[in-house]
Each structure stands twice: as structure tokens, then as C-alpha cells.
T-cell receptor, first 115, second 109 residues
Framework: AQSVTQLGSHVSVSEGALVLLRCNYS??????LFWYVQYPNQGLQLLLK??????LVKGINGFEAEFKKSETSFHLTKPSAHMSDAAEYFC?????????????FGQGTILTVHP | SQTIHQWPATLVQPVGSPLSLECTVE??????LYWYRQAAGRGLQLLFY??????ISSEVPQNLSASRPQDRQFILSSKKLLLSDSGFYLC????????FGPGTRLTVT
């Protein structure tokens, strides 16, 4: 079975500061990992994904994440926060085998950006 | 390109009333389809998924049901709503990664 833990339900940063949102996963098979962003009263938007290959993946809006197998982590970073980054962020892991593409989501991290 | 639609966007229903939420996908064929519920402070809960027409799998026991009458249409229903059914309902489709619709905000009063 897969599981995802997002450390910190709320993260607050100043505009221009580094954004770091933490995600640890558990998976019995090589994982596919995803980060999604959700703005208020909207659906989830895919930020980036890791499947195989390069462990540092770049996504939209200047975000990137690094897959670290030894640490079972997939933390999301952005060098300089913008006010428009304020949203809720979800990390997810995709189960292997006959999972029919089902995702297991973390509980989410709300990012607040202060001017 | 692919698009996913959900309607209605918002809905206020009394306890005991029926429910029908619809989701349609354009620009792809034979996608996997999913219904999620997002309750305040509780993350995303997978309710149903479907790998083909008429094929529905339920993830949690509840008074909701789902149907897939056409390849790109996914419907979430209830015969009698409960207060606990309030939440934000999201439909998603996937071939590889999942893409989400805009959601339906349901308030049961």
C-alpha cells in the first residue's frame, strides 16, 4: 500500500523567499510522484511529476522537486515566492500494478505568501 | 486538447433530496475516470473510479453511487442526501497522470 505524508499543514513565507514544501512517501513498488496545486474553489492543477529518469523535475510556475529514494522524499521548492503562489499544495503517489491509475494524496499544505 | 467539465458549479440541497452531478471529458478516449470528495480540512477522498463504460469501483461505503453510461461521461448520484455529504466534489480523468475538473460545491442543509 502507498501513503503520503506532507509535513506542515500550513507554511508561511515572505514574497521573494524560498518555498519548501515537504513530502515523504511510502511505496512497495517504484513510485510515480506528483505535486498538484489548488486555488480556492477550483480543481487541482498538475505542477510536476516524477516517473523515471532524472530525479530533479521541473514544473510550471518555477517550481521543481527532487526525488530522493534513500530519503523516500519528494520535496517541492521554488527559489523565490510570488504572491500568486498562495494556494494549497498536494503531494500524491501512484500505486503500481493494477491500480488503475489511482493516486494516494497527502493531506495538503496551505502556502501563505506575505508581502 | 483535452478538457473536463463538471456541473453544476454550486448546489444547495436539503437533507433527504436526491443528487446528480455530471462530469464529461472531451478530447480523449477510454480514460480512467474518478470521483473525489474534499471535505473541509480532510484532504481528498477517492469515492469511485471507472476503467470503462459500466465498470464502477467503489472505494468507500456510503449512500452515493456512480455510473458511466458513456465513455466520457461520469455521474455521481444519491437517492437521499445526508448532512455529511456536503463538500467539494471533484471529477478527474487519466491516461497516465490525473487531470481534474473545476469541481462542484455541494451544501446539504
Amino acid at each position: 500500500a502507498q501513503s503520503v505524508t506532507q509535513l506542515g499543514s500550513h507554511v508561511s513565507v515572505s514574497e521573494g523567499a524560498l518555498v519548501l514544501l515537504r513530502c515523504n512517501y511510502s511505496s512497495s513498488v517504484p513510485p510515480y510522484l506528483f505535486w498538484y496545486v489548488q486555488y480556492p474553489n477550483q480543481g487541482l492543477q498538475l505542477l510536476l511529476k516524477y516517473t523515471t529518469g532524472a530525479t530533479l523535475v521541473k514544473g510550471i510556475n518555477g517550481f521543481e522537486a527532487e526525488f530522493k529514494k534513500s530519503e523516500t522524499s519528494f520535496h517541492l521548492t521554488k527559489p523565490s515566492a510570488h504572491m500568486s503562489d498562495a494556494a494549497e499544495y498536494f503531494c500524491a503517489v501512484k500505486a503500481g500494478g493494477t491500480s488503475y491509475g489511482k493516486l494516494t494524496f497527502g493531506q495538503g499544505t496551505i502556502l501563505t505568501v506575505h508581502p | 486538447s483535452q478538457t473536463i467539465h463538471q456541473w453544476p458549479a454550486t448546489l444547495v440541497q436539503p437533507v433527504g433530496s436526491p443528487l446528480s452531478l455530471e462530469c464529461t471529458v472531451e478530447g480523449t478516449s477510454n480514460p480512467n475516470l474518478y470521483w473525489y470528495r474534499q471535505a473541509a480540512g480532510r484532504g481528498l477522498q477517492l469515492l469511485f473510479y471507472s476503467v470503462g463504460i459500466g465498470q464502477i469501483s467503489s472505494e468507500v461505503p456510503q449512500n452515493l453511487s456512480a455510473s458511466r453510461p458513456q465513455d466520457r461521461q461520469f455521474i455521481l448520484s444519491s437517492k437521499k442526501l445526508l448532512l455529511s455529504d456536503s463538500g467539494f466534489y471533484l471529477c478527474a480523468w487519466s491516461i497516465s497522470e490525473q487531470y481534474f475538473g473545476p469541481g462542484t460545491r455541494l451544501t446539504v442543509t
